[in-house]
Structure formats: structure tokens, C-alpha cells
């Protein structure tokens, strides 16, 4: 009779499914993969909480791996306790197509909570990720009934902690306390460069411990018992996230490059792929997996007893609280309230009766006091500028590690952390985030605003000051070629609402999209209301449409314009208007969208036949070209801003009514 395999063979299939199809791809990197398969083994078969049969079950524990250039860790995971990645899937590991990417990418295979690679993001995904659960838990627990109560695991490496991200992520992770989050620090000393400690002596374990983490320090990461012991103990304090800190050796196995930087991030070699295997005591061949190693990895009918007995406690908490069981589900499917449709237009349509002059972040807030109200899901949140971004409505409640019922999340002055946890909560499902920031500190935050991209998450992201229109504060704080920017990333849709309408109408956008993030871009100062009838309200959903023309048939001019800018658009056309000349304003709150109307519908708005063409804009020209064509002309910024009142600043760089006036009268 055979006994149940040691669980350092069972790591080790991780180790030879990793060195084999990083040698096979000639690609990719195997020493994480190695180094953490002990931690990792005892991590998915003793402790993690899942069903491979249903990557999507509501309370499953969520496991981020942040170090995601480990990616073949991941795979062969999956691949091992049952999920939809197969041989052949590993075979093709980095291939065109297939789901093993270089990187854990979030959709392309079953299991894979969010896309890493970008270091010290996945951490911050899974803080998001932590924060969705406590809040989720706080809004439908009930005595006797913890229908959402599951661990976030994330795996972490050097180069995470390196990452500024880290902090920002860690501390407020620390601060609220949450007692579920459970990471691990791949603590080897070697980065891409060679050993850490020319670059990297920071004390990991006080640093987290001043942060209000739970440290586990000192954990031999090859020691199955000493990992055991440890997430045990982290699973314990449920008032603070732990960190166990691993030591581990990069690359285990193998003879010639254990411990060094050469198994980081290349292929071991044949020869070295082979001396692993002897090293190993692994007798198979590339991609054989005995049957009594694949059976004890098998997570098939533990994950269906877990789910099976989480379904259990459901249909109890379903049979006491039927409508709050209904609205969980709802939520997690990420469903809008039936009547949402119906709200939203009846406010756009009292929006454009009323006719206010406010500022767009002022008409941000009105919206979101109007809509919250229907969208219990609405999860709010600024980086230290709720006052500045109208982030804050009537509703809102603030959460605390005490208490995380609210609906609203002090962020601190993290906006990249801020903007990373967004994408973990919406991954986690359950909560729309919406949070905001001044627009030129969306940079702070890039890349965690492409990654809602990539992975297609409908983060909302509000940006504030949108212009030199902020004034006094000067050009550090005014924005330029932000806008641009977020523009021109692949699945962002971007809106510059220019008035109390636009307004509702983008923030209704952000809601509804279900397939990607909406940036919504507003003024800090007063911007009237545009009068339209009711066609060419209908129209502004489509992002860019007619607000006005001064005479009929095909104008001879066109002008586009954005945001605070529709107003001296207007004022221009009147003027040429009044000299006889029939010019259109195009309103284009969001090009996105209006470039995925029909053909007709563009046409209709912005006839090609028509060149003569200005567009304004308080932000750089440059990306107005693919509109106003060589013929054209554009009003905006070509250099920074400065320091001054709003309107001494839109003489001084000639963004004025006269100009937009002077720019159509020169290309007609
Ligand atoms: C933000 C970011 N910067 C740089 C890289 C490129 N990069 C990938 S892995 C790595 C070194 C990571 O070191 P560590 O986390 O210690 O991984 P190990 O070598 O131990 O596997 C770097 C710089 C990246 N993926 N993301
Ligand atoms: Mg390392």
C-alpha cells in the first residue's frame, strides 16, 4: 500500500510543471514559481477556500499572486486542483491565444482573481479585494449568519515591497484593521539586478509592524510545518491583516542556480532542467503528473463540501431575510436596480428644467445625491479631497475598522493605492466604486487606471480641477495633458461634461457600463446650463452631438468644444451668428463615445464635407488634430499653466470667445 505523498512532492509538481513549461516557451521565469511551490502547496490544499468547479462562488477566498511574473505558480495551480487549464494549456504557456499569458491576466483563465505583473499592484488589488469583503460582510452578515466571511490570500516579493504602492496600500490596509488579509513575503534577497542588499535593506517586519500589522517573521518557506503554523496563527487575528515573512531560496532545485538571479527570469536550460529534476528526486517526464499526486492535489470534492455547506448557510440566511438574500445576489451579480433607468432620466430631464449655473464638480454631487439613494452599491471614496471633489453626498456614511457598514472610504493621500484597491473591489464584486482626486494627480495613480482598462472592471474615476479653470493654485495643480492621456487609453471611457446635464448624463454612463472604467471630468468653477429641446437632449448619451447652429442646412463652420469651453463656443457662434454666418457648436462631453456611434450619426454631426473646423479646449491642442484636420484650428494650451485667478489666466493664454470667434473666421 502506497502512502499519501509528502508534501514536498506535491510542491515539487509545481516546481517541474514551471521549469518545463518556461523551458518549453524559452520564456518566463521560474525561480518564484520554485521558491514559493512549498509555501504554495500547503497555502491551496490545507487552508484556501474554493470549489475549481466554480471559480465564480460568491465566498470563495480570493488569492492574489502580486509577484505575477511567478505566473506558471498560478497556472499550475489551477492546473493541479482541478480548474479549466489543461496539459495542453501549460504546454502553450506564454503562446498567442492561449490562457497562460505571461502574466496572470484576469478573464483569459478560470481562477484568476485579478491581472499582475505590474508589481505591487496585485497587493493593492488584494487590500481592495479585503475591503470589499469586510464592507460586504458588514452590510448582510447577520447574528448567527455569515453568509460573506472568506480570507484574501496574496503572494508578494521583493519587488512589491520595493514598490512605492506598497505603502500606501499596507497603511491603509493596517488602519481599517482588516483582519482577513493574509500576505506572504517571498523573502529570497534576489531581484532581476542579483542580491537585494545593494538596493533593498529595509526592516520588512517593523515596517509592517508600525503600519498595524500582524508580523510573522522568521518562517522557513521550505518547511511545510512552519507554514502551517503560521497561516494558522494569521487566521487567528482577525483584527489585523498579518504578513508571514518567508524565507525561502529562489529557483529551489536547482543545483547551478538556486539562490541566484539567474533562475529569476529565464529558462533553467536543459541540462540544468534535467540536474533539477535529479536534485529533486523527480522521475518524471515534462508534464507528467503521476496519478497519486494528481489525486492528492484533486480539489474537486473538497471545493464542492465547501461550497455545498456555504450553499447550506445561505438558504437559512435566504429563509429568514428572503429580500436581503435577493439584494446580495443581485449585488454580486452586479446588477443595477430594476428602476435605475428611470431615476437617472427623470433627474437629467429636472436637470435641464432647472438650468443651474454650478460647477460640474457641484453638479458631480448633485447627481450622486440623486442617484445614491437607488444604488446602495455606490461605494465612495476620495484620496483626501472629499471636500474639493463633491465625492461626498447626503447618504454617505464613512467605514472605520469598527465599523465597515458605511458606503464611503477615506482613502488618505494614496490616489495610486486608492485607485489599485478600487479595481480589488470591483473584481470582488458587490460595491460600484466611485472615488476622486484632482486630474492632474491622476498620474500618480496611471497605471492602476489602465489596469481597470486591461481587465475591463467599471471603476469610476472622478477628477476635479480640471483645467487652468482651477486658477490660484497654479500649474502644478492645472492639468494639461491629462485628458489627452485618458483619452487616448484602449477601454477608459472619458467624459468633460460641460454643464448640470452632461453631468447626470456621464455619471449615468459610469454607472451602466458593465465592460470597463468611466473617467468623469469636472470643472472647479461655475458653468451655466446649455438650453436644448428635447432631440438634443436625447442625443447627448452619445457622447458628441449638435448643441446649436445659427443658421440651417450643412453650417459653414464647425466648432467643438468640451466642458467649460462649450460656453465661450457658444458665445462665439452667437457673434458669428449675428454677422451672418451659420456655424454649428458640436458639444463632445466624450469622444469615446461618440466614436462608437454609426457612421451616419458622426456624419450627421460633423459632415466630412465641412472643414472648416476649431475645436476648444483648455488642455493640449494636440489631441484635437484627428477633428479640426490640417484645415482646422484649435484654442487650448500648448505649454503649462500659471498661477493667477481663473479668468486673468484664460486672457492670458487667449482662451477666450474672441479667439474661438477669430480662429472660425480664419478657416472659413
Ligand atoms: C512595476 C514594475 N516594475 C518593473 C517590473 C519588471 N520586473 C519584473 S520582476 C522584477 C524583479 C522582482 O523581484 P522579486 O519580486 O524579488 O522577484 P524574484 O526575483 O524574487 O522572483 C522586475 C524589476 C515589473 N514587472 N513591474
Ligand atoms: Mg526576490
Known sequence: MSSAPAARDLANAIRALSMDAV????????????GMADIAEVLWRGFLKHNPANPHWVDRDRFVLSNGHGSMLLYSLLHLTGYGVSLDDLKNFRQLGSPTAGHPEFGDAPGIETTTGPLGQGFANAVGMAIAEKMMAAQFNRDGHAIVDHNTYCFMGDGCMMEGISHEAASLAGTLGLGKLVAFYDDNGISIDGEVEGWFTDDTVERFRAYGWHVIPNVDGHSAQEVKLAIENARKNTDQPTLIC????IG?????????????GAALGDDEVALTREALGWKHGPFEIPDEIRNAWDAHDAGAEKEAAWQQRFDAYRAEFPELADEFLRRMRGELPADFDQRADAFIA????AKEKVASRKASQNTLDAFGPGLPELTGGSADLGGSNNTVWKGCTSISADDCSGNYIHYGVREFG????MNGICLHGGLRPYGGTFLTFMEYARNAVRMAA????PNILVYTHDSIGLGEDGPTHQPIEQIANL??????????????VETAVAWKHAVKRDDGPTALIFSRQGLPCMDRDDAVLANVAKGGYTLLQTGDGQPEAIIIATGSEVELAVQAAEALGAAGKNVRVVSMPSVDTFLSQSRDYQEAVLPAAVRARVAVEAGITDYWYRFTGLDGKIVGM????????????YKHFNITAEAVQAAVESVI
Open 454 to 457: 486591461l481587465m475591463h472592471q
Open 487 to 500: 483619452r487616448m487609453t484602449p477601454n477608459l471611457s472619458t467624459w468633460r461634461p460641460c454643464d448640470t
Open 350 to 353: 429636472e436637470c435641464q428644467q
Open 638 to 649: 500648448t505649454g503649462f499653466g500659471a498661477s493667477a485667478p481663473a479668468g486673468d489666466l
Open 252 to 264: 529551489f532545485g536547482s543545483p547551478n542556480k538556486q539562490g541566484k538571479e539567474e533562475s529569476h
Open 246 to 249: 518567508c524565507k525561502t531560496i
Open 418 to 421: 486608492m485607485t489599485a484597491a
Open 23 to 34: 523551458q518549453k516557451a524559452k520564456s518566463g521565469h521560474p525561480g518564484a514559481p520554485m
